[in-house]
């Protein structure tokens, strides 16, 4: 068994002996929005004017407005900060590959449509602690996934507030860590992932000092003076579950408390302190070390088994850096302002192939029925419930179709390698337009393919009737909807 298992894994390491490292851009951003509604332009939020795009944007947000029946809304038509997001990424490239929403906390992962193939074993989970755990007013949510068969796990949290709670929010903390698990045998808890991002209004204060002192290196920036003061670093010192978490340089004013649409600190009657409460921070799994491996007797039976995994993951090695930790003044809607973190992510793909290849067959239009031809280029677990989805180029997420169709139900041939299912000409919009194919899978819960985009042409027999555009372009219907 261990001989059969040291083949596999040496000739998988054999075929990517000579595979490059990849670096992947990924933008973070949290922002404690206090149920303001989004603003009309976010570019400067999520720098959409730079010359390099990243590949991922991974947005967390609190205290979005969740009122009794403004929540229902959200939850059926999606929330307003959402559409904000997508409409401004979608046009880029971007699609919305997951998100999470509990209560005020919002989670959002985007992704470039040409790494969506690859992104896969997506799960959600989320965990209250407001009012002794029964009230999702604070807490996490989080996002895992497998990134070109990387582990990642995304979690935004909004954690208790006011200066003398700080060991509350590392119980807090520390309690969600135990409490959020994924259905996985190999990464059932957050920190069994390679990367974790942990993030949000985590709430940490400035202790001791007075206000004069805080505003006074505010003013000069002499930050680095208040560093040593910030709850989360003091805590860091001497709980070992933050200390396995990196963080950036707080070379950026505290982004709490301001006056609204204003760069002034809290001049209300509370006028509170100073705090870098919005923050970003991560982790990169340590190689497990062979005490960790071994159990009371001091043998590992599976120890074998382990060693030949370890060796596989190492032909697989991951990099994280920070390019650049900020906040961003310009946005006033909040008293609290936004803050970014730009990371590079090196790694080297596990597969860089999708499960399926799905194409067109032949010339589109409404005018007859049309023909989609797909093959499994690896075994994943199909199911009856896949579906391939129709797209206008530029779609916003996996729900965004204009139709879709089943792969069983609607199979009209298939060989051992080909199988081709119809669209019916009805399902087609009438006007035409680019668009592309991408096939779902329900087990993985994620698109496992997508086709080059192609052109659906115009219905002949509609322009020879002269039938009025806006009645008839259901393309148009279904992006506008």
Same mark, same amino acid.
């Given at each position: 068994?261990?001989?059969?298992?040291?083949?596999?894994?040496?000739?998988?390491?054999?075929?990517?002996?000579?595979?490059?490292?990849?670096?992947?851009?990924?933008?973070?951003?949290?922002?404690?929005?206090?149920?303001?509604?989004?603003?009309?332009?976010?570019?400067?939020?999520?720098?959409?004017?730079?010359?390099?795009?990243?590949?991922?944007?991974?947005?967390?947000?609190?205290?979005?407005?969740?009122?009794?029946?403004?929540?229902?809304?959200?939850?059926?038509?999606?929330?307003?900060?959402?559409?904000?997001?997508?409409?401004?990424?979608?046009?880029?490239?971007?699609?919305?590959?997951?998100?999470?929403?509990?209560?005020?906390?919002?989670?959002?992962?985007?992704?470039?449509?040409?790494?969506?193939?690859?992104?896969?074993?997506?799960?959600?989970?989320?965990?209250?602690?407001?009012?002794?755990?029964?009230?999702?007013?604070?807490?996490?949510?989080?996002?895992?996934?497998?990134?070109?068969?990387?582990?990642?796990?995304?979690?935004?949290?909004?954690?208790?507030?006011?200066?003398?709670?700080?060991?509350?929010?590392?119980?807090?903390?520390?309690?969600?860590?135990?409490?959020?698990?994924?259905?996985?045998?190999?990464?059932?808890?957050?920190?069994?992932?390679?990367?974790? &991002?942990?993030? !949000?209004? +985590?709430? =940490?204060?400035?202790?001791?000092?007075?206000? @004069?002192?805080?505003?006074?290196?505010? *003013? $000069?920036?002499?930050?680095?003076?208040?560093?040593?003061?910030?709850?989360?670093?003091?805590?860091?010192?001497?709980?070992?579950?933050?200390?396995? &978490?990196?963080? !950036?340089? +707080?070379? =950026?004013?505290?982004?709490?408390?301001?006056? @609204?649409?204003?760069?002034?600190?809290? *001049? $209300?009657?509370?006028?509170?302190?100073?705090a870098w409460c919005d923050r970003i921070l991560w982790r990169v799994k340590p190689k497990s070390s062979p005490t960790e491996e071994a159990n009371e007797d001091g043998h590992n039976e599976e120890e074998p088994k382990k060693q030949l995994q370890e060796e596989h993951k190492d032909e697989f090695p991951i990099k994280l850096s920070q390019e650049y930790y900020t906040s961003k003044m310009e946005y006033g809607i909040s008293d609290h302002k936004p803050v970014i973190g730009i990371f590079h992510l090196e790694l080297k793909k596990m597969y860089e192939t999708p499960l399926v290849q799905v194409s067109a067959e032949g010339e589109w239009s409404a005018d007859f029925d049309a023909l989609i031809t797909y093959s499994l280029l690896q075994s994943f677990p199909s199911s009856a419930w896949d579906w391939i989805g129709l797209y206008k180029v530029g779609f916003k997420s996996v729900s965004d179709y204009i139709t879709y169709t089943w792969v069983k139900d609607d199979q009209v041939s298939f060989s051992d390698q080909l199988f081709q299912v119809y669209v019916n000409k009805d399902e087609i919009p009438v006007l035409g337009g680019e668009c592309v194919l991408c096939y779902y899978s329900s087990s993985l819960q994620c698109i496992v393919g997508i086709s080059q985009p192609f052109k659906v042409q115009e219905s002949r027999a509609a322009i020879e009737e002269g039938l009025v555009p806006e009645n008839i372009n259901r393309l148009d219907e279904t992006v506008a909807s």
């Open positions: 068994m261990e001989e059969d298992l040291s083949q596999a894994l040496n000739s998988v390491s054999l075929e990517q002996k000579n595979r490059k490292m990849d670096t992947f851009g990924l933008y973070v951003v949290t922002w404690n929005v206090a149920t303001a509604e989004p603003p009309d332009d976010v570019n400067s939020l999520l720098q959409l004017n730079s010359p390099k795009k990243p590949d991922l944007y991974v947005i967390g947000l609190q205290e979005v407005k969740a009122a009794p029946l403004k929540f229902v809304t959200d939850l059926a038509f999606e929330d307003s900060w959402s559409h904000v997001f997508m409409n401004t990424l979608a046009p880029l490239g971007y699609i919305k590959v997951s998100s999470i929403r509990m209560q005020g906390l919002l989670l959002l992962f985007f992704s470039k449509l040409e790494h969506a193939p690859f992104i896969r074993d997506i799960q959600v989970t989320y965990t209250r602690t407001g009012l002794y755990g029964y009230w999702g007013n604070k807490g996490g949510v989080s996002i895992r996934l497998s990134f070109y068969g990387h582990m990642l796990c995304f979690l935004n949290c909004h954690l208790t507030a006011h200066m003398n709670y700080a060991s509350q929010r590392v119980d807090d903390f520390e309690y969600i860590l135990d409490a959020q698990t994924f259905d996985t045998k190999n990464t059932p808890r957050i920190l069994d992932h390679k990367v974790v &991002f942990w993030f !949000g209004d +985590l709430n =940490f204060r400035i202790e001791d000092h007075g206000m @004069l002192f805080v505003r006074n290196c505010i *003013t $000069s920036q002499r930050f680095n003076l208040l560093w040593p003061k910030d709850q989360l670093t003091m805590m860091k010192q001497k709980e070992a579950t933050l200390q396995k &978490f990196e963080e !950036g340089p +707080l070379d =950026f004013q505290p982004t709490y408390k301001f006056d @609204l649409h204003s760069d002034d600190y809290d *001049t $209300s009657g509370k006028k509170r302190k100073p």
